[in-house]
C-alpha cells in the first residue's frame, strides 16, 4: 500500500493536478488529504469538486482551519488572508460549504493519524515547528506515523519508544526522492508540506508519499505551473501578496 | 509497538529459523552486537546475521547504532561494504542479515606491526579507496579502525564493516541527536569528531592517518586514551613525528600521514581518493615541512593552541558529497608526439576554466609514450636522451601556463603500446573524476590509428571532455556528398 499525503492545498488547481501526476506515476494506491484546501489560491470550486471525487472514491479528507473558518463569519485571521476568505465564500456554493463543515477533525487507522496540526490539540490549530512541538504532539498518540500539514515546511520528527527513559525527540528536514526508513521502535510524525503554498523556500508543490510494505516514507517535490497559479490569483482581484509568495516559495 | 524491554533473552539460537533464515554458529560477541552465520536455501553468499544487545540498562547507544545501521546498510552498495540482505521488520527480535564478506580484518595484523612501508601505503590506498566509495553514497563512517576493515580474499579490495556509528546525510542522525556525548573509538576519533560534528568525510581521513601511522610505527600516535579531557587532547597536542621513531621512515610517507592527522579537517587531504592517490603515488607526494619533521611542536606552540583553539570554533561544512563533488581528480591526457600546438593550447584553455570553477580539484597531466608491439623499445633514443624523462620534462612545460600549485598537479608518463587502454587504466585505477583531452583533427592518421579520444569517451567511468580545434563550417549538403563518397 501506498499512501500519498497532501495537505494546504489552499484551492491551488495547478499544484494540485501536478501533484495528483506525480502521485500516480509512483503508483500510489490511496490519497489522505490532510486539510487546508482552501483560501489563498483563485481555484476553491475545482479544488473542492475535485476532493469530493477523490473521496467519493474511497480518498480520505480531514478538516483544516481554513476549511472551518469559510463557514464562518469574522475570525480573526491576518488581513490579506480574511479579505481572501471572504472572497473564496462567495466562490463555494452550498453543497461546497457544507461538504467542508462536515469533514472530520482526524482520521485514524491500524499504525496511523492524520491531523491537520497538533494531534495534542486538533481543534487549536497550533504549529509543530520543532522537535519540541513534535514531541508534544508525539505523546499524544499511540500511533506509528501521524501525518500533518499545517506548517508549509516538510519536516519529519521521531522518538524512541523506550521504556524507562527520557527519550529524545529528533528533527529531521527531509530530503526531497530520498526514502527514510520509518524504524519500528520509534513513533513518527511527517509534517508533510504544502502543495499549494510552499514556504520552505523552495516553490515546488510539496507531498509525502508513506510505503506501508517498505515502512518508508518520501517527500516529494514538484515543479507545477506558478505562473498560471499567480496569474489568476491576481486576475481575481485578491492580495497581490498571495500571488508573490507563490514564486518564492516562502 | 512494543517496547524495549525483555528483549534480552532472544529466542535467535541456533538451530532457530528466524524469517526464513536458519541460525548457525555464533561468530563474534561484542559489546554492541553479536554475529551468527545463518543460511537460507535460495541465497548461495555466506550470511551473516547481527542481532543488537538488548539488555535492560545496558547502553542505550548499543540501540541507536543498530537503527542507524539498519537505516543505512539498504542504501549501500559495491564491494567496499557487505552487501545488504534483509532485516527484522516488525518483528520482535531486531537483526539484519548482510553478506559474510570472506577475507580477514586488518586486527589481525596487528602482531605483524610495524609493515614495510610500502605495504602500508598499499593497505591505505585501498582503504582509501574503500572511503571514497562511501562518501561518493552519502556516508561517513566515523569508526575506521582496523577491526572494521576486511579485505576481501580474491579481489583485495578493502570493504568497511559496522555502520553503528555512520553518518548519512540524507538521513536522520539518530546517532548524533540523541546522544550529547561523542561516539567513536578513542584512539581514531577525529577531533572535531570528539567536538560533536559527525558530518565531515576527512573523520575518515583523520582515522585512517592513525592506523596508517600505528601500522608503520607499531604505536598508536596518540595512544588510547581513557576520558574526556585526554581525548580532547589530540586538538592541542600533535604526535611524535614518525621519523623520531623509525629513522628510515619515509619522507613522502609521513608527509602523507602527518596531513591526515591535521587537528584542522581543511589541512587535510580534501577527499579520500585524493589521499589514495598520493599513497598510490609516492612519487609525486609533493612534500612540505611536515614529512621532515623530527620533533613534536615545542610546548610554546601546543599552550597557544591549548588557550586559543581556533579550531574548537563550530565552521559550518558542506555535505558529504558536496564535500568529494568540490575537489575532483580531474585528468589532462595529452598528446605531445602530435606537433599541433594550437590543439595544445586550446586544451590547456579547456582544462584553466575547468579547474577555475573548482578550486579544489587535483589534477594530473598524463601523456603516454607508445611503446612498439613487436620490437623491444630501446629507452634511449637516437641521441642517447631518455625518451622517459625527455616526455616527462616536456609534459611539465605544457602544464607549467595552468601555473597550479605544486601540491595540486602531478606529471605521468605511461608507458603502453594502446594509449587508450592506458588512459582509461589510470583512469580506473586513480578514480579519475573527470577526462580532459584533444581529438586529433588530422583525419587520415585518426583513420589509421583509429580514434583515441573516441574509445576514452566510450568506455570511461567518469565524464570526458574532449577539445576539438574549431573547423570551418561546411554547408550539410555538401557534407552529406562527401559521406556518400566515403561510402564503399
Known amino acids: 500500500m501506498r499512501i500519498a499525503f497532501m495537505a494546504d492545498l489552499h484551492a491551488n488547481r495547478e499544484a494540485l493536478e501536478a501533484c495528483l501526476a506525480h502521485a500516480r506515476s509512483q503508483s500510489a494506491d490511496r490519497l489522505v488529504f490532510l486539510g487546508d484546501y482552501v483560501n489563498y489560491g483563485a481555484d476553491p470550486e475545482w479544488v473542492?469538486?475535485?476532493?469530493?471525487?477523490?473521496?467519493?472514491?474511497?480518498?480520505i479528507a480531514i478538516r483544516g482551519n481554513h476549511d472551518e473558518a469559510v463557514g464562518e463569519r469574522a475570525r480573526t485571521m491576518s488581513s490579506p488572508a480574511e479579505v481572501a476568505l471572504e472572497w473564496t465564500r462567495n466562490q463555494l456554493g452550498p453543497a461546497h460549504r457544507a461538504?467542508?463543515?462536515?469533514?472530520?477533525?482526524?482520521?485514524?487507522?491500524?499504525?496511523?493519524?492524520?491531523?491537520?496540526?497538533?494531534?495534542?490539540a486538533p481543534f487549536r490549530w497550533s504549529y509543530v515547528t520543532d522537535a519540541e512541538d513534535a514531541a508534544r504532539s508525539l505523546r499524544a498518540t499511540e500511533s506509528h506515523l501521524t501525518a500533518c500539514g499545517h506548517v508549509h515546511k516538510p519536516a519529519l520528527y521521531n522518538v524512541p519508544v523506550v521504556a524507562g527513559r527520557a527519550a529524545k525527540t529528533t528533527a529531521f528536514r527531509p530530503v526531497a526522492g530520498v526514502p527514510v526508513p520509518l524504524l519500528p521502535r520509534r513513533r513518527w510524525l511527517a509534517v508533510v508540506g504544502s502543495v499549494g503554498q510552499p514556504r520552505d523556500g523552495n516553490p515546488a508543490a510539496a507531498y509525502a508519499l508513506f510505503d506501508a510494505a517498505r515502512g518508508e516514507i518520501t517527500t516529494f517535490r514538484v515543479a507545477y505551473d506558478i505562473e498560471a497559479a499567480a496569474g489568476k490569483i491576481r486576475a481575481a482581484g485578491l492580495p497581490a501578496m498571495l500571488a508573490d509568495r507563490l514564486a518564492w516559495g516562502l | 509497538m512494543g517496547a524495549l524491554t525483555g528483549v534480552g533473552t532472544s529466542p535467535i539460537r541456533k538451530g532457530a529459523v528466524v524469517d526464513g533464515f536458519l541460525v548457525g554458529d555464533l561468530i563474534h560477541t561484542g559489546g554492541m552486537a553479536s554475529l551468527r552465520a545463518v543460511t537460507r536455501g535460495d541465497i548461495r553468499m555466506p550470511l551473516l546475521m547481527k542481532i543488537p544487545t538488548l539488555l535492560e540498562g545496558e547502553d542505550p547507544a548499543a540501540i541507536v547504532g543498530f537503527e542507524m545501521e539498519q537505516m543505512i546498510l539498504p542504501r549501500l552498495s559495491g564491494p567496499h561494504v557487505p552487501t545488504f540482505v534483509a532485516k527484522s521488520d516488525v518483528s520482535v527480535h531486531p537483526y539484519i542479515v548482510m553478506e559474510r564478506i570472506a577475507g580477514k580484518t586488518l586486527l589481525l595484523r596487528l602482531d605483524d606491526l610495524p609493515l614495510p612501508y610500502e605495504e602500508v601505503a598499499?593497505?591505505?590506498?585501498?582503504?582509501?579507496?574503500?572511503?571514497?566509495?562511501?562518501?561518493?553514497?552519502?556516508?561517513?563512517?566515523?569508526?575506521?579502525?582496523?577491526?572494521n576493515i576486511v579485505i576481501r580474499e580474491g579481489t583485495g579490495d578493502a570493504a568497511l564493516v559496522d555502520f553503528g556509528l555512520a553518518h548519512h546525510d540524507q538521513l536522520p542522525d539518530l546517532m548524533g541527536e540523541e546522544f550529547?556525548?561523542?561516539?567513536?573509538?578513542?584512539?581514531?576519533?577525529?577531533?572535531?569528531?570528539?567536538?560533536?560534528?559527525?558530518?565531515?568525510?576527512?573523520?575518515?581521513?583523520?582515522?585512517?592517518?592513525?592506523l596508517l601511522y600505528f601500522?608503520?610505527?607499531?604505536?598508536?600516535?596518540?595512544?588510547?586514551?581513557?576520558?574526556?579531557?585526554?581525548?580532547?587532547?589530540?586538538?592541542?597536542?600533535?604526535?611524535?613525528?614518525?621519523?623520531?621513531?623509525?629513522?628510515?621512515?619515509?619522507?613522502?610517507?609521513?608527509e602523507i600521514v602527518l596531513r591526515c592527522l591535521e587537528v584542522d579537517p581543511a589541512q587535510r587531504h580534501p577527499t579520500a581518493a585524493q589521499l589514495a592517490f598520493d599513497l598510490s603515488n609516492p612519487a609525486e607526494t609533493?612534500?612540505?615541512?611536515?614529512?621532515?619533521?623530527?620533533?613534536?611542536?615545542?610546548?610554546?606552540?601546543?599552550?597557544?593552541?591549548?588557550?586559543?583553539?581556533d579550531f574548537a570554533r563550530a565552521t559550518p561544512r558542506p555535505a558529504i558529497l558536496a564535500q568529494v563533488s568540490t575537489a575532483p581528480i580531474v585528468a589532462l591526457a595529452i598528446d605531445l608526439a602530435e606537433s599541433e600546438s594550437p590543439l595544445h593550447e586550446a586544451l590547456r584553455d579547456t582544462a584553466a576554466r575547468i579547474l577555475e570553477t573548482v578550486p579544489g580539484a587535483r589534477v594530473a597531466c598524463l601523456n603516454v609514450l607508445r611503446q612498439h608491439r613487436i620490437a623491444l623499445d630501446k629507452t634511449l633514443d637516437e641521441e642517447g636522451r631518455n625518451k622517459h624523462l625527455t616526455r616527462l620534462v616536456e609534459l611539465k612545460h605544457w602544464g607549467r601556463p595552468l601555473s597550479l600549485l605544486e601540491n595540486r598537479i602531478t606529471f605521468h608518463v605511461l608507458e603502453?603500446?594502446?594509449?587508450?587502454?592506458?588512459?582509461?587504466?589510470?583512469?580506473?585505477?586513480?578514480?579519475?573524476?573527470?577526462?580532459?583531452?584533444?581529438?586529433?583533427?588530422?583525419?587520415?592518421?585518426?583513420?589509421?590509428?583509429?580514434?583515441?579520444?573516441?574509445?576514452?569517451v566510450a568506455k570511461a567511468p567518469c565524464t570526458v571532455t574532449v577539445v576539438r580545434l574549431p573547423r570551418p563550417f561546411e554547408k550539410a549538403s555538401e557534407a552529406a556528398s562527401e559521406t556518400e563518397r566515403n561510402t564503399p
Open chain 2, 122 to 147: 598499499a593497505i591505505g590506498a585501498k582503504v582509501a579507496t574503500a572511503l571514497d566509495d562511501l562518501h561518493r553514497q552519502h556516508v561517513v563512517h566515523l569508526d575506521v579502525k582496523p577491526s
Open chain 2, 215 to 254: 601500522f608503520s610505527t607499531g604505536v598508536r600516535p596518540f595512544g588510547d586514551p581513557k576520558g574526556k579531557r585526554a581525548l580532547r587532547r589530540r586538538l592541542y597536542r600533535d604526535p611524535v613525528p614518525p621519523r623520531k621513531r623509525r629513522a628510515d621512515y619515509p619522507l613522502w610517507l609521513q
Open chain 1, 48 to 59: 473542492v469538486e475535485t476532493l469530493l471525487e477523490h473521496v467519493e472514491k474511497g480518498g
Open chain 2, 416 to 456: 603502453a603500446t594502446d594509449p587508450a587502454a592506458a588512459i582509461l587504466e589510470y583512469v580506473r585505477s586513480n578514480r579519475v573524476d573527470h577526462v580532459v583531452m584533444g581529438a586529433r583533427a588530422n583525419s587520415a592518421l585518426r583513420t589509421l590509428l583509429g580514434s583515441v579520444s573516441g574509445e576514452v
Open chain 1, 99 to 120: 461538504f467542508l463543515a462536515a469533514l472530520p477533525i482526524a482520521h485514524e487507522e491500524e499504525g496511523l493519524l492524520c491531523v491537520h496540526a497538533d494531534a495534542a
Open chain 2, 180 to 210: 550529547r556525548l561523542p561516539y567513536g573509538t578513542a584512539p581514531y576519533m577525529a577531533p572535531e569528531q570528539i567536538l560533536g560534528d559527525r558530518r565531515d568525510a576527512r573523520s575518515d581521513l583523520f582515522a585512517l592517518g592513525v
Open chain 2, 286 to 309: 609533493k612534500l612540505t615541512g611536515r614529512s621532515e619533521r623530527l620533533d613534536k611542536d615545542p610546548w610554546s606552540a601546543v599552550i597557544r593552541r591549548r588557550f586559543h583553539p
